[in-house]
């Protein structure tokens, strides 16, 4: 019976160490590879997370199985009664401080490029692309009027503050320029929400009273799903929406068909009335 549970045991601990060692080429653990420069940075850090438990994992298995094993073939051994192990106590806790530093340090560089505003690409923060303010249960997006150039941070802030009467809005359909970075700024208009678009490994929280830069830069033109990623109410499940990245032509045709249609005073072209006109002529 000992053998059996010692069996059981290291057999399921091979299992989950297969599992683990072959989950990164099935592609467990994203729906989708990264499609974001900085999204494959951010996946290579927790893949390098991912192998260093997994190697931890295996030695504990290996010991616990060799442990059960033993303790079910040699019945004549005696358990050994210790009050514990000094220099044991001291490698254990070492190792993994170390470890644990190691990938505090590594990670720092792809940490500021994500959230140190010093570090973000510049061009992108120069002339952010929209306003977007997330409210009980939808995406609200304010852009700048097409052309609009902003004169350094206090014209942005200026912007961020007054709404222009040249600004196009939309809801929950953001329309980006694809292969370059681009900022948005998000508030809230009511309790915490969280700007989410998986694909571009993006995630932000929108906080009452707060204007949060963020900027992602998605490497193919397709709609990406945008979600909000914090419990924010009844409706929350409603706040799906997208992001569409599309090339820098599109973009610009895009703005122009919404500032027309923002525009349209419901008077027909001229065109149009003197052809009216000729008819109510002739009859
Ligand atoms: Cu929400």
Same mark, same amino acid.
């Given at each position: *019976? ?16 297969? $599992?683990? %060692? ?17 999204? +494959?940075?951010?996946?290579?850090? /927790? ?7 997994? @190697?931890? /994992?295996?030695?504990?298995?290996? &010991? *616990? ?13 005696? $358990?050994? =009664? ?14 993994? %401080?170390? @470890? ?29 692309? %929209? ?25 942005? #802030? ?47 929280? $929108?906080?009452?009273? *707060? ?6 830069? &998605?490497?193919?033109?397709? !709609?990406? +799903?945008?979600?909000? $990623? #914090? ?19 599109? =973009? ?10 923002? /525009? ?10 003197? !052809? ?8």
């Amino acid at each position: *019976m000992g053998k059996f549970w010692s069996i059981f045991f290291i057999f399921w601990s091979i299992v989950a160490v297969v $599992a683990v %060692a072959i989950s990164p080429a099935m592609g467990w653990w994203f729906p989708t590879a990264a499609e974001s420069p900085l999204g +494959e940075q951010i996946d290579d850090l /927790f893949f390098l997370i991912l192998y260093i438990t997994t @190697i931890t /994992f295996i030695g504990t298995q290996v &010991a *616990m199985g060799y442990v059960l094993w033993r303790g079910a073939t040699n019945t004549d051994d005696r $358990a050994e =009664f210790s009050h514990g192990s000094h220099s044991l106590e001291v490698i254990w806790t070492i190792v993994p %401080a170390f @470890i644990l530093l190691f990938i505090a340090l590594y990670q720092i560089p792809v940490w500021e490029q994500f959230r140190i505003q010093s570090h973000f690409p510049q061009d992108a923060v120069n002339s952010p692309i %929209a306003e977007v303010t997330a409210r009980q249960f939808e995406w609200r997006i304010r852009y700048p009027a097409p052309g609009r150039v902003f004169k350094g941070k206090s014209d942005i #802030e200026r912007w961020l503050k007054q709404p222009e009467p040249g600004d196009l809005y939309t809801v929950n359909d953001l329309h980006v320029p694809s292969n370059k970075p681009v900022l948005i700024h998000l508030r809230s208009g009511d309790v915490q929400h969280s700007f989410f678009i998986p694909d571009l490994r993006v995630k932000q929280d $929108a906080v009452p009273g *707060m204007v949060i830069p963020v900027w992602f830069e &998605a490497s193919r033109s397709k !709609a990406y +799903e945008w979600v909000c $990623a #914090e419990l924010c109410g009844w409706g929350h499940y409603k706040m799906k929406a997208r992001v569409v990245a599309e090339s820098d032509e599109d =973009f610009k045709n895009y703005l122009h068909e919404l500032e027309l249609e923002q /525009f349209d005073d419901g008077v027909p072209e001229l065109a149009d009335s003197s !052809a009216a006109g000729e008819e109510e002529v002739s009859e």
